[in-house]
């Protein structure tokens, strides 16, 4: 039933490790994205692929880095994890590169904590 | 390039008083409106959203009218209630190719019984 799922919903790891962010989505859309909301709430758009091409590709660390294996699926690498990596990340999904008025759908998130 | 301002919470209200959570945009062109909520340990979900100007989007008991002339995008609800508890957020699409969504800050809201 579920939409758009990410694995896992938490991770707890040590500053340093690298670590990985899986989404799947089972709605047929051809867009994905990850995101990051801080503590304050506030969304920041990450990354963004279109039918396993990159898309949008903010001022991100070269430490993250997305794979698109097929349009279904968006993972999101880390490497060297920082303090200031803590937040969590949200993978969403849409329908069409050209149209404006489509919605994102979003997953449940992943609760990163680096101590 | 487009932004959406969006009051800063939180927003505190008492069951069955009236909502309105303020959001203004900038934009280039006819840009798609949305509003989005985001409850407890979950991830967005759409609310409502319009695509043109004077369309109103409506869910849940929640309205929103695109005004173009005063580029806002205002929620209206006559009624919360406690389960309506959330952070709002309001966002908008560009028009013409493949645009990014545009989050706003996001207002949480508590309603109280």
């Known amino acids: 039933d579920t939409a758009v799922s990410q694995t896992p919903k938490y991770l707890v790891t040590q500053m340093g490790n690298d670590k990985s962010i899986k989404c799947e989505q089972n709605?047929?859309?051809?867009?994905m994205y990850w995101y990051k909301q801080d503590s304050k709430k506030f969304l920041k758009i990450m990354f963004s692929y279109n039918n396993k091409e990159l898309i949008i590709n903010e001022t991100v660390p070269n430490r993250f880095s997305p794979k698109s294996p097929d349009k279904a699926h968006l993972n999101l690498h880390i490497n060297s994890l920082e303090l200031g990596d803590s937040a969590v990340y949200f993978c969403?999904?849409?329908?069409?590169?050209?149209?404006?008025?489509?919605?994102?759908?979003f997953g449940d998130g992943t609760r990163l904590s680096i101590l | 390039g487009n932004s959406v301002t969006q009051m800063e919470g939180p927003v505190t209200l008492s069951e069955e008083a009236f909502l309105t959570i303020n959001c203004t945009y900038t934009?280039?062109?006819?840009?798609?409106l949305f509003w989005y909520v985001q409850y407890p340990g979950e991830g967005l979900q759409l609310l409502l959203k319009a695509t043109k100007a004077d369309d109103k989007g409506s869910n849940k008991g929640f309205e929103a009218t695109y005004r173009k002339e005063t580029t806002s995008f205002h929620l209206e609800k006559g009624s919360v209630q406690v389960s309506d508890s959330a952070v709002y957020f309001c966002?908008?699409?560009?028009?013409?190719?493949?645009?990014?969504?545009?989050f706003g800050i996001g207002t949480k809201l508590q309603v109280i019984p």
């Open positions: 934009a280039t062109g006819y840009p798609s």
């Open positions: 969403a999904s849409s329908q069409g590169i050209n149209r404006g008025g489509q919605p994102q759908h």
């Open positions: 966002a908008l699409s560009g028009s013409g190719g493949y645009q990014k969504v545009t």
């Open positions: 709605l047929g859309h051809d867009t």
